[in-house]
């Protein structure tokens, strides 16, 4: 069987069992908070639960390393819609200790884009020419802190977001769940 045969089994079963009354919600953040972090997978399950969260209690973004890259991209527009539609009056954005984005080899990267992607080097030479820089679009940060201090920034800074909903800034030890606080409020950097 498949990854996905196996995963479509399993589901079917799921609902046929009603295994999803567990978990139901709406979705309106119970705790009325948004928390922007990485998709790291060790974070999956640990984050929520060292946080006291249970299903519906927040809104979770996940990209690599919790980092908005841009102040108008997909990442912050679902912050802006966890703020003015879905009634998040605070924002987390946690990093954590070991993230894969830390010191990102970004010639690395375009090497396996070559290499296990079969992408052309001549798309990526046509894409540098016309703008678009690698090193800035797989770049990572020098340690967590840096890039949850970047991201908190951001959001804080961003026109559209609201100056009275406060941005923490957290990096989670990925083994034990233990919190570090960055900046707590964030009005005071």
Known sequence: M???????????????????EAYLTDKFPGKKMAILTCMDTRL???LPKALNLRNGDAKFIKNAGAVLTQPFGSAMRSILVAIYELGAREVLVIGHHGCGMTNLDTEGMISK??????????AIEALENSGISMERFLRGF??????VMQSVRMIRNHPLFPKSVPVHGLVIHPETGALDVLVEDYREE
């Not at 020098?142 to 890039?147: F, I, N, Q, R």
């Open 44 to 46: 999956v399950e640990l």
């Open 142 to 147: 020098s340690s967590p802190e840096e890039g």
């Open 113 to 122: 884009f070559t290499e296990f992607g079969g992408v052309d080097p001549v």
């Open 2 to 20: 498949s990854t996905i045969s196996d995963l479509l089994e399993f589901n079917k079963n799921f609902v046929e069992e009603k295994q999803y």
